[in-house]
């Protein structure tokens, strides 16, 4: 990303379970989270909604730095990279994610 844009970002979470998903540098909101055929994806690599989007939780509201990626859903996140630029990362907050370094790294330019 560049300094002082904004971005969506969607997290699409294929596992059974939920992930709490942290992204290093900035705040951020959520958008939504919408239902997707599984199978199709694996297979094709096609991403098909199964439903409409589910707006966040009243508790969700405001400017986070985690967000909870249902399974079998698409999370999506409104990003504004300000202040800084520089190597970051973001990573699932399940300990045992953190502490294999199941990390993904983003620049900001």
């Known amino acids: 990303p560049k300094l002082n844009s904004v971005e969506i970002w969607e997290f699409i979470n294929l596992t059974p379970d939920n992930h ?12 939504e989270r919408q239902p997707f055929d599984l199978e199709a994806y694996i297979v094709s690599g096609l991403l098909i909604y ?27 996140v409104l990003i504004h990279f300000q202040g800084y630029v520089g190597n970051y990362v973001f990573h699932c907050h399940i300990l045992e994610h953190e ?7 983003y620049v900001v330019v």
């Open 50 to 76: 199964t439903g409409d989007p589910v707006l966040p939780d009243p508790n969700e509201s405001g400017p986070k730095d985690t967000v909870r990626a249902d399974p079998g859903m698409v999370t999506r």
């Open 20 to 31: 709490p998903m942290h992204i290093h540098l900035v705040q951020f909101h959520i958008i």
């Open 99 to 105: 502490d294999n370094d199941m990390m993904r790294p």
